[in-house]
């Protein structure tokens, strides 16, 4: 047998005041597919921060085969260099190399490396470390903001491999396709099973079984020894101190199962009563901006308690058929006709609004005060703040001391307390811990109201929804009963000419070397000002100007106008003209300015 690549040994870390790892043992045998799954906040970050060699251990032993490549992509890679080629063969990886990686994941190599959405980040980050040749690759979180197309791009790249691997992921179907071990974080330590994530929640049971089954054992004997300290012990001291140390132990032992339990998730979702049974209906809607048709006619009807997942590759119009279905833009056909009681909550996973100065208690209260109103009631801010395993410690901390998981945990907190009866869901599951994602998907599926799902999490969707809707980027819909694996089978090879079509042609190169690029500005995570301002004047356009064509062309109709008053019908030409002109150039502002929007937030 070969020995581990890599190892850890009785490693212990501390964070501040908190123990992180105590006697960690880990090892990463050549060629091993393993997953590390822990809840969030457990360490599973920095303890690949440490298998990479980026932290070291306040004690024990980390050992590496001489000569190891390994390659780490973390949970929010930064992008350097002038071009996208550049930043990956920086690395060490040979151009070729480079160009191959990134071909296969569909980027241009000679993309500049600023403006990137948060899809083509993490497209590039996987690109440069699949070019780079690792024997170990080290992955944290790596589906993150990919399209379900480029999950699987990344599944078949990752079984072609000859690396070792250690993933971190919340996605339950990416795990099962692509691992064979797992390691659970867990009370500071990792256990080990020798089987891949399809066994895991089993694995988990019994052992969750077998320490409760202890833990009964532990109580008993603790009762009995108790029993015999109060009859007497002080007479028998010197050949029962033996009796009584382990006595002490054996409620230090009970102190730290108590310490280490979870608490347990109370989510729940403010009811706003019951919307109508219609909650939306859509005839033959279509949208195209200039030459590009985002949606051809599509037609659909969502009623009161439909779960309905909006599936497709990045960029191919998920965000703009929501806006539409809620009437926030006008279709360019069609209509849609929205229900009676619609009280919506949307719940952003982008993180946008979570600064990270700010304390989790004015997050929760940002209008001031120690009282969350939930489902009508009031409820103070630390009690809130437990039922989604919180601390009254980080109560008191900044946001930016949170994990990736715990501050999608936190936006659903304040999210979830908003009284709704039609939810909408864009990308919930990033970052967020096994535990969490189930106790999610049980509320979602008590949830009385209706749901909106955007995800590429295969399993969520599975698991959740009534219909898929499907778009593919080329202008085509199709709604399907059912979940992922539904729509696969009954829609084979929707998506294979996006799975097959190259990445966009490069520019040519110059022929002279061009001067070095200047340095890189601040990264800018939102729009701007002037930029904010155009994005709501033109969604105000887009809302009025439809109506305005409308009428002029309605008043136009009239076959006496051009006689009774050609000058009003001159008037009336020009100004029909001039609002078709505006409504499109609204239209193309908005699109520009979205995608820029998405971009910048998806990229924090």
């Known amino acids: 047998m070969k020995p581990p690549i890599l190892a850890l040994k009785n490693v212990r870390l501390a964070d501040g005041p908190k123990m992180l790892f105590d006697g960690v043992d880990l090892s990463v045998d050549p060629r091993s597919r393993a997953c590390l799954v822990g809840r969030n906040g457990a360490g599973k970050t920095t303890l690949l921060k440490m298998l990479a060699g980026q932290i070291q251990p306040d004690d024990g032993e980390r050992a590496v085969q001489p000569a190891t490549r390994i390659a780490y992509v973390p949970q929010e890679p930064e992008i350097v260099g002038a071009t996208l080629l550049e930043h990956c063969i920086a690395g060490g990886a040979a151009e070729y190399q480079a160009q191959a990686a990134l071909d296969i994941f569909g980027i241009d190599p000679e993309k500049s490396t600023s403006g990137l959405s948060g899809g083509e980040i993490r497209r590039v980050a996987l690109s440069r ?6 024997d170990l690759l080290l992955l944290d979180e790596p589906t993150n903001h990919l399209d379900i197309l480029a999950i699987e791009t990344l599944e078949a790249e990752l079984a072609s491999s ?5 993933i971190v992921s919340h996605d339950r179907a990416f795990l099962e396709r692509t691992t064979k071990r797992s390691f659970w974080l867990e009370h500071r330590k990792v256990r080990r099973l020798d089987k891949g994530f399809a066994a895991f929640d089993g694995w988990v049971e019994q052992v969750m079984a077998a320490e409760a089954e202890e833990g009964r054992k532990i109580d008993k004997k603790l009762e009995q020894e108790e029993h015999w300290l109060q009859r007497g012990v002080t007479g028998r001291r010197a050949r029962n101190e033996g009796r009584r140390r382990a006595l002490m132990d054996l409620r230090q032992v009970k102190v730290e199962r108590l310490r280490e339990v979870r608490g347990d998730m109370n989510m729940g979702i403010a009811s706003s009563g019951l919307s109508g049974q219609r909650v939306i209906e859509a005839k033959g809607i279509a949208k195209g901006f200039g030459e590009r048709t985002l949606l051809k006619s599509f ?3 969502i009623l009161r308690g439909d779960r309905v997942a909006i599936v497709g590759p990045n960029g191919a119009g998920k965000t703009t058929l929501v806006k539409m279905l809620l ?6 056909e069609g209509s849609v006709k929205l229900g009676a009681n619609l009280e919506i909550a949307y719940i952003d996973q982008a993180r946008a609004d979570l600064k990270p100065d700010m304390m989790l208690r004015d997050v929760l209260t940002p209008l001031g005060g120690d009282q969350v109103m939930v489902r ?4 103070h801010v630390n009690a809130y703040a437990k039922d989604f395993l919180f601390t009254d410690a980080q109560i008191r901390q900044p946001v930016r001391s949170l994990s990736g998981g715990e501050r999608n945990r936190l936006l659903l907190a304040r999210a979830l307390a908003t009284p709704a009866n039609l939810l909408i869901l864009d990308e919930p599951t990033n970052d967020l811990d096994m535990d969490t994602l189930d106790l999610l998907e049980d509320l979602l599926a008590d949830f009385e109201g209706t749901l909106i799902l955007v995800s590429h999490d295969r399993d969520f969707i599975d698991r959740l929804a009534t ?16 979940g992922w694996q539904d729509f696969l089978r009954q829609n084979p090879g ?4 996006i799975a097959q079509a190259p990445p966009a042609p490069s520019a040519p190169k110059a022929a002279a070397k061009a001067p070095p690029p200047p340095p890189e500005p601040k990264k800018t995570t939102k729009l701007s000002f002037k930029d904010q301002h155009r994005l709501k004047e033109a969604e105000g356009l887009m809302v009025t100007l439809p109506a305005k064509i409308a009428k002029l062309e309605a008043d136009m109709a009239d076959p006496a106008l051009y006689t009774r008053d050609p000058s009003g019908f001159d008037r009336m030409t020009k100004s029909h003209a ?10 193309q502002d908005w699109m520009a300015l979205e995608e820029m929007r998405e971009a910048l937030e998806a990229g924090r």
Not at 162 to 166: E, K, P
Not at 578 to 587: F, G, I, R
Request: hydrophobic share 40%; aromatic share 6%.
């Open 129 to 134: 470390a699949f070019a780079e040749d690792p």
């Open 162 to 166: 000859r690396a070792a691997m250690v």
């Open 299 to 301: 037609s659909t009807r």
């Open 327 to 332: 009437g926030q833009i006008p279709p360019d």
């Open 376 to 379: 009508g009631l009031p409820k």
């Open 467 to 482: 219909s898929t809707i499907a778009l593919n980027g080329r202008g085509d819909v199709v709604e399907t009963p059912g």
């Open 494 to 497: 929707y998506f294979s000419a």
């Open 578 to 587: 001039h609002a078709q002109a505006e409504l499109a150039k609204a239209e």
